[in-house]
């Protein structure tokens, strides 16, 4: 079973518009990390969010994570077509293995 | 740094036949690890490694094994293909924290099993 969920499964916004993923997970963690993986391809790590951090950012990308919810949101300020790809979270839960969410598969249209 | 490297980059087996999917990473990274990715999902761990000589199971190991002689190679070796096991393969590394640092993850091998 997987540890994150990703909501919403897809998204379709136009370009220059800000886009929201959430992420929920079940059980404590150590941190949660946000990949994108563009089609046929690996995937890229974007930011890491430690458990005792509740925002953080990279460039157009803002990351926050409330423990209390289990809950971990992406945000990315004014898209663009480049941006379309899915978005995966993944958690380390204090053993030796990552686990990743079913992913959101945003579409930015020019 | 040519990172994470895989081969093949794509692969046809029929059932029953063995193969072994090659990983190798330059960064002098402790922890290696090797997902299945089917479609429309998010991966799943199959096997890692937390250094040389040192492996352990994933969340679907079945069908599965692996073996990390050296830092730099963590190769994946199908014992039995079967049809379930058709799905594109990732391998990525990463420092001496394990999960709890930034995953480099390979291309991918996609493989079809008939």
């Known amino acids: 079973s997987q540890q994150g969920e990703e909501d919403p499964q897809a998204l379709s916004i136009q370009e220059g518009e800000n886009a929201t993923m959430n992420c929920s997970y079940k059980?404590?963690?150590?941190?949660l990390q946000w990949y994108r993986q563009n089609s046929g391809r690996g995937l890229v790590h974007l930011i890491l969010?430690?458990?005792?951090?509740r925002e953080k950012h990279s460039g157009r990308l803002r990351v926050t994570l409330d423990t209390s919810k289990k809950s971990s949101s992406l945000l990315i300020t004014a898209s663009r077509a480049a941006d379309t790809a899915s978005y995966f979270c993944?958690?380390?839960?204090?053993?030796?293995?990552?686990?990743f969410g079913g992913g959101t598969r945003l579409m930015v249209k020019p | 740094n040519a990172g994470v490297t895989q081969t093949p980059k794509f692969q046809v087996l029929k059932t029953g036949q063995s193969m072994t999917l090659q990983c190798a990473q330059d960064?002098?990274?402790?922890?290696m690890s090797w997902y299945r990715q089917d479609p429309g999902m998010g991966l799943r761990l199959i096997h890692y490694?937390?250094?040389?000589?040192?492996?352990d199971q994933g969340e679907v190991p079945n069908g599965y094994n692996v073996s990390r002689s050296t830092t730099e190679d963590f190769p994946l070796r199908l014992l039995s293909a079967a049809p379930s096991q058709t799905s594109v393969y990732f391998c990525?590394?990463?420092?001496?924290?394990?999960?709890?640092?930034?995953?480099?993850f390979g291309p991918g091998t996609r493989l079809t099993v008939l």
């Open positions: 490694s937390v250094g040389a000589g040192i492996t």
């Open positions: 960064m002098n990274h402790e922890y």
């Open positions: 969010i430690r458990s005792n951090e």
């Open positions: 990525a590394s990463s420092r001496t924290g394990g999960p709890r640092d930034e995953q480099f």
């Open positions: 059980t404590s963690i150590n941190n």
């Open positions: 993944a958690t380390d839960n204090a053993g030796n293995m990552l686990t």
